[in-house]
Each structure stands twice: as C-alpha cells, then as structure tokens.
C-alpha cells in the first residue's frame, strides 16, 4: 500500500509540475523574467513557510535547533539547483515543453536518482537510506534499477523525438508553437539546467536531519519534508531573484509590474498561480519520498517525478499542438517514449512494492 499511495503522490506532482507553465502563456505583454521572479516569489517564499505552518506546527523552532551545517548545505543544494531552475524555465522557452522537458529531465533523472545511492556508498549513511550496492544485491532493488534504466530510455526516446520534429519542420512552423524556437542554444540550456536540477534531490537528501527532528517532534511522517523544502527553495530564491533583478535592469523591464498598459491583474494572478502550481509538485513529491524512504528505496523518488513530468508534459505539448506537422515516424517515436516511460514507472512501482513487502529482500 505504502508504494501505490506513493505512486499517487508522484503523480500529482508530476501533473503539477508538468502543467505549471500553462498560466505563463496566459500572461501578456510582460517580459520573462518579470513573470518568472513573480511566479517564484509565491512558489519559493510565500507558500513554503505557509505549508510547513499548516502541515508541521513549530517547524521554525526545528530549524532553529538544527545544527549550521546542516541549514548551509541544504541551503546551497537549492542555491545550485536555483541556477538548473532557472534555466529550465529558459529551457521550455526555447525549445517548448515536450523537448525542453525531455532533455532537461534526462540528465535531471539520472544525477539525481543514481547519485545520492552512490554518495551513500562512499560516505555511509546515517538512516534507512541504501547504498547502490545494496540495492543492486536484492531482487526488489535489480527490478527498481531496471525500472530506472528504462525511464531513462525512455525519456532519450522523447528527445530522439523531438530532434526529428526540429530537422523534419520548418523554421515558420516550429515559431508558429514556440515563438523563441531555438535548438542550438536550447540544448545547452537544457543540458545545464538538467544536470543543476538534480540538487533538489541532494538537498533532500543533506537536509534529512531537518525531516527526521520533525518527526521526533510527532509530526505525521507524511509532512517531513515540508520544513526541508523552506530552507531548500530559499537557495532557489536567491538564485533567480538576482538573476530576474539584473535582466530588469538590463532589458529595462523593471516596469512590468506596475505598468498600466498592461493587464496587470491578470498578468499578477496567472503569475502567481504558475508559482503555486511548481510548488504543489514538490509538496507532493515529498509526500510520495516519505512513504517510499518506508522501504529504503527513496531514491527511486526522483526517477518517478521526472517520469510523471515527462507523461504530462507531452499529453499538454501535442494538446497545445506544439508536434503540429510532424511526420508520423516522429509521431511514433513520441508515443513510443511516452508508453515507455508509463512502463518504466510500473517497474520502479513494483520494485519499491516488493521492497516494501519483504524488507528490501
């Protein structure tokens, strides 16, 4: 039960995640950036410490208590992931959802399931966490490892897709769904942004003193990564909040926000509920961690969201008919990768269920 309650919760933040860009195309005449740092003030300062109020009462007094190391690196795992952040939103900008996620969430998956499993292998761990040595020596743990290996087929199978849609399309129908279309530069986006955004998952992973003090406070273990996540997307903050700032003031956009020849509620409400959307995915997410960590195959967390996101990202990519006239190989190829990736959460599913049901064994 543990691992299909866990399913769910990934999959309402993969949706969440998957569909927050939407309201960022309902906002006009307002630069990126403004609508960015907008966003981002509701998704990583105001609704976080919200959450963590209403989900784990006296949260502040547990990070107060907790020691500065502790605080400065889950802090500065979100100050590097802020950077991939960033340029994810660059990413879709440039290459539209279905690609942009594609790629992005390739490498995204990979440094960020693989990695904190053989961080534990080196350095040792100090809760239920596993080594990938551990888990490649179970049963349960080989099927979530090849459960991992085919989303990330998967997912190469999605940017396989995409790279034929950008040979096989004109330049005037690519910018008929994506205005700033650009495959050069947005590759190296979205290489960048992928490889950085996996620091979510290693802030997760050094702030998880913060989950386990809350816990020991009573707190239902469903909420423990809450607290985690106000000091993880404080880093977030200060990244693109700089970032926004100096394209105001380089771009002359600064004003955006209080310009009367733009909608400005409007631009203010889809802003807003782009930011809160983002962060549902992460309240979700650390909904679904906490159940699979139950089994020690927490890590396979990270796997399941990047899965979910690529699912939902590319259902609103061909509704929003950003695959408009593409062949049917490429049509083929974007199914393929989709049905791939639904299988491939199957897999790890199963794997953290038979975890789950024989200790790991």
């Known amino acids: 039960m543990l691992a299909l309650f866990g399913l769910f919760y990934h999959f309402i933040g993969g949706f969440a995640s998957g569909s927050f860009y939407i309201p960022y195309s309902k906002v006009k005449k307002w630069s990126w950036e403004s609508y960015w740092i907008v966003g981002g003030i509701f998704s990583w300062l105001i609704v976080p410490p919200l959450a963590a109020a209403i989900t784990a009462p006296g949260y502040l007094e ?21 950077i991939g952040g960033l340029t994810f939103g660059l990413s879709m900008r440039y290459l539209g959802m279905s690609l942009g996620m594609a790629i992005a969430l390739g490498y995204c998956s990979a ?52 790279t034929m849609k950008e040979k096989e399309m004109p330049e005037d129908e690519k910018k008929a769904s994506i205005k700033e279309f650009n495959f050069p530069k947005g590759l190296l986006v979205a290489t960048f942004s992928g490889i950085l955004s996996a620091f979510m998952a290693f802030g997760y992973a050094t702030g998880k003193p913060i989950a386990e003090a809350t816990v020991a406070k009573g707190i239902d273990p469903l909420w423990q990564n809450n607290p985690v996540l106000v000091v993880i ?22 004003s955006d926000y209080t310009d009367k020849q733009t909608p400005l509620a409007r631009n203010y409400f889809f802003s807003a509920l782009a930011g809160i959307t983002w962060y549902l995915q992460f309240f979700f997410y650390g909904m679904g961690e906490s159940l699979f960590a139950q089994t020690g195959f927490g890590f396979t967390s990270w796997t399941l969201h990047m899965a979910f996101i690529i699912i939902v990202s590319n259902l609103w990519a061909i509704y929003l008919k950003e695959w408009r006239g593409a062949s049917s190989a490429t049509m083929r190829m974007i199914t393929l990768g989709i049905v791939t990736v639904i299988l491939s959460t199957v897999v790890v599913g199963l794997g953290n269920y038979m975890a789950g049901a024989t200790g790991g064994h």
């Open 111 to 162: 440094f960020g399931t693989l990695i904190p499993p053989i961080f534990y292998e080196i350095y040792g761990t100090h809760g239920n966490e596993k080594t990938i040595s551990e888990i490649a020596s179970t049963l349960s743990g080989q099927i979530t490892l090849a459960g991992v290996a085919l989303c990330l087929i998967g997912i190469a199978i999605c940017g396989k897709a995409g």
């Open 62 to 82: 547990t990070l107060l208590n907790t020691d500065s190391a502790t605080l400065f690196y889950t802090y500065l795992m979100g100050l590097l992931w802020g």
């Open 233 to 254: 997307l404080l880093g977030g903050l200060t990244t693109n909040f700089i970032w926004c700032v100096y394209l105001n003031l380089k771009n002359k956009s600064a």
